[in-house]
């Protein structure tokens, strides 16, 4: 194997550990309640109140700040432990779940009063989303297709039915 491609096959696990390092990085203010992730998440539950959905982003609600901080917290796990060769597969359910928590993080930024810009940081959070919207959609769909496919098969082999046994006469 050529350097190149030794180098090559690097790329996914760094874009793995940068997204884990945006995850976690998130969880001291979900995790905390600070006062930024008030705003963002009470200016979405407002938002959602608006829409008969009231306490929808609150402290208790579906997608609280401790609900996503938790999906986080699992993405960027499960994207580190799949860096080792034998749970690679895990890689693929850590850029999934940080595929799904990042859509609806842009989305909310773009199409609800949050913005791109909520805390005034120049959208750095907003900038932050969308690179790891695209590292997840990149690994799912280019660096680990396969890994996820054998990802799908063991999760549907949990729920398959057993196969009744065959009777011999």
Same mark, same amino acid.
Request: glycine content about 10%.
């Given at each position: 194997?050529?350097?190149?491609?030794?180098?090559?096959?690097?790329?996914?696990?760094?874009? +793995?550990?940068?997204?884990?390092?945006?995850?976690?990085?998130?969880?001291?203010?979900?995790? %905390?309640?600070?006062?930024?992730?008030?705003?963002?998440?009470?200016?979405?539950?407002?938002?959602?109140?608006?829409?008969? +959905?009231?306490?929808?982003?609150?402290?208790?609600?579906?997608?609280?700040?401790?609900?996503?901080?938790?999906?986080?917290?699992?993405?960027?796990?499960?994207?580190?432990?799949?860096?080792?060769?034998?749970?690679?597969? =895990?890689?693929?359910?850590?850029?999934?779940?940080?595929? =799904?928590?990042?859509?609806?993080?842009?989305?909310?930024?773009?199409?609800?009063? =949050?913005?791109?810009?909520?805390?005034?940081?120049?959208?750095?959070?907003?900038?932050?989303?969308?690179?790891?919207?695209?590292?997840?959609?990149?690994? =799912? %769909?280019?660096?680990?297709?396969?890994?996820?496919?054998?990802?799908?098969?063991?999760?549907?082999?949990?729920?398959?039915?057993?196969?009744?046994?065959?009777?011999?006469?």
């Amino acid at each position: 194997m050529s350097i190149r491609d030794r180098l090559i096959g690097l790329i996914p696990h760094g874009m +793995a550990l940068f997204m884990s390092a945006v995850f976690l990085d998130s969880l001291r203010f979900k995790f %905390t309640n600070h006062p930024k992730t008030q705003v963002i998440f009470g200016r979405l539950d407002g938002w959602a109140s608006e829409l008969g +959905a009231p306490g929808l982003f609150a402290a208790t609600g579906l997608f609280s700040q401790y609900v996503i901080g938790s999906i986080e917290l699992l993405a960027a796990s499960l994207l580190m432990l799949g860096i080792l060769p034998r749970f690679r597969h =895990l890689q693929a359910g850590g850029a999934l779940a940080g595929f =799904l928590v990042m859509s609806g993080a842009v989305s909310f930024h773009l199409f609800t009063p =949050l913005g791109v810009d909520p805390n005034n940081d120049g959208g750095g959070l907003f900038v932050a989303a969308c690179i790891n919207l695209a590292a997840a959609f990149l690994l =799912l %769909t280019i660096f680990r297709r396969r890994e996820f496919g054998v990802l799908v098969s063991r999760v549907l082999a949990i729920f398959a039915p057993l196969k009744p046994a065959t009777v011999r006469s």
